[in-house]
């Protein structure tokens, strides 16, 4: 199928002109033999992007906080996240297969545990039976709750409740370079207030794959032996890598723009009635419950994109997503702000 507009998420963007000439002039060695010039460029400056000691490059973000599980934890352990977090919904229980975890999930709110919440997971897992809790998952910015950021203030409470209950904290900042920018913060505002971080560099950054966990040298020592234990050494990584020093130098202050245009987009479906959480736009996501229209939620990801516009499920029966990326213009949004309302006119429950 083709789509017209594409809204379903900012994984689908296409390496721009500008990247695939930074791909083509990469300088490259085996990364296994950790001699790749070009990664090891990456890995040092996403280390100091991320406030943090160390970095490693790793194909995926779902390898790299499988990985960061695994740091922090010994089998039998528990993995406390918010309920609705990438690392509990969407890693194929992978806690649980890699690193041997019980997870307990917590409601939070806005995708964001509550200190108290931390502390009562932490103590009651400890008192109902024999069993561990030894690490915090953290989202910024958070998926399924609609792209929403880690005020700074709450974060450190979070993480000073989970220290205390001797856990570890790993923050799975795959967006964390949207929340930075939402937040006006540098990145490693952030990502130094917690023990471990993933970076996404397939998502808001447009690269073609990759990402960073980055954490203290001695952790980092262990996760890279980890990464050949899930089949993530690679050997000319470089091209790869090229692409996200290329990434890191110009398109992280656009990120600014897709928020302006998620926004715009919400305002302005806002404005003629359909159902969005207006609220909840903090970064580049704009949710519709389509609870509040009168077809379900598959359906209503049919009309839309039968008209030309394609937005994505969210977790839950009722909640479509639309999400601003690199890949899509100002004409893009004007043409989604008319499309959309008018083939959802018809729905509209009154
Ligand atoms: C919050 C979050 N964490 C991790 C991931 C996993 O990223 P990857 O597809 O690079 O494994 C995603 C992907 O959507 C995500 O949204």
């Known amino acids: 199928m083709r789509y017209v507009i594409d809204l379903r998420s900012d994984t689908v963007t296409r390496p721009t002109p500008g990247m695939r000439a930074a791909i083509a002039a990469a300088v490259v060695g085996d990364e296994q033999m950790r001699e790749d010039p070009t990664v090891n460029e990456l890995q040092e400056r996403a280390a100091l992007l991320l406030g943090q000691e160390r970095a490693l490059f790793l194909p995926t973000a779902t390898m790299a906080n499988q990985i960061a599980l695994k740091l922090h ?33 917590l409601p939070g709110v806005a995708g964001r545990p509550t200190a108290a919440q931390v502390a009562s997971a932490a103590a009651s897992a400890q008192d109902v039976v024999d069993q561990q809790p030894a690490v915090l998952v953290l989202e910024n910015t958070h998926n399924v709750a609609g792209g929403r950021v880690w005020p700074l203030d709450e974060l450190d409470a979070v993480v000073a409740a989970a220290r205390a ?95 302006a245009r998620a926004r715009r987009l919400a305002e302005g479906w806002h404005a003629v009635g359909l159902p969005v959480e207006i609220d909840r736009v903090e970064t580049n996501f704009v949710q519709i419950d389509t609870s509040l229209l009168a077809l379900s939620r598959d359906d209503a990801l ?4 039968e008209a030309g516009v394609a937005l994505s499920p969210t977790y839950g029966h009722t909640h479509i997503r639309a999400v601003t990326h690199l890949d899509l213009d100002d004409a893009d949004i004007d043409r989604a702000l008319e499309i959309a309302p008018e083939a959802l006119r018809a729905h509209l429950q009154v």
Request: hydrophobic share 50%.
């Open 165 to 259: 209950g001797g856990l570890g904290v790993h923050l799975d900042g795959a967006r964390l370079m949207n929340a930075a920018v939402a937040l006006g913060v540098p990145a490693a505002a952030i990502g130094s207030r917690v023990d471990t971080v993933t970076l996404c560099l397939s998502k808001g950054l447009g690269c073609p794959l990759g990402a960073i966990l980055a954490g203290p040298a001695d952790l980092m020592e262990v996760a890279w032996r980890q990464k050949f234990l899930f089949g993530g050494a690679m050997r000319q990584a470089g091209i790869i890598a090229a692409a996200a020093l290329y990434a890191l130098d110009t398109h992280v202050d656009r990120l600014a723009v897709d928020h």
């Open 73 to 105: 934890s010994r089998p039998g352990d528990v993995l406390i996240a918010q309920e609705h977090s990438h690392i509990v919904i969407y890693e194929f229980g992978g806690a649980a297969v890699h690193a041997g975890l019980l997870t307990v999930g």
């Open 302 to 305: 049919d009309v839309l994109s």
